[in-house]
Nanobody, 129 residues
Framework: QVQLVESGGGLVQAGGSLRLSCTASGGTFSTYAMGWFRQAPGKEREFAAGISRSDGRTDYGDSVKGRFTISRDNAKNTLYLQMNNLAPEDTAVFYC??????????????????????WGQGTQVTVSS
């Protein structure tokens, strides 16, 4: 069973950048498909970005496409989310998520919370105007 710990959140001005990290332990990181979700107060959890297990295939939510980049470093058991050109509407708690991928190809990118089995505790991102 994998444990996930996010870091890198904080307060940033509009137009600025942040890089979130998610460090995994207790499992073989390279066997998991990974994702980032976010949840603003009073709103449902929203898909931000996902990355496949095997070939680094990525997908993004419409609201972050072109501004956020997800990546993974299997040697460091770490998932990243580079966030550029941040706006106040990006303010949310960001969660890292993982699911063991048993598929042959490992190329599927999961977009919904129900497709993930493990979650971190979240890291707060606040963007001031």
């Amino acid at each position: 069973q994998v444990q996930l710990v996010e870091s890198g959140g904080g307060l940033v001005q509009a137009g600025g950048s942040l890089r979130l990290s998610c460090t995994a332990s207790g499992g073989t990181f390279s066997t998991y498909a990974m994702g980032w979700f976010r949840q603003a107060p009073g709103k449902e959890r929203e898909f931000a970005a996902g990355i496949s297990r095997s070939d680094g295939r990525t997908d993004y939510g419409d609201s972050v496409k072109g501004r956020f980049t997800i990546s993974r470093d299997n040697a460091k058991n770490t998932l990243y989310l580079q966030m550029n050109n941040l706006a106040p509407e990006d303010t949310a708690v960001f969660y890292c998520a993982a699911v063991r991928d048993y598929s042959y190809s490992g190329t599927y990118v999961r977009r919904t919370p129900n497709e993930y089995s493990y979650w971190g505790q979240g890291t707060q991102v606040t963007v001031s105007s």
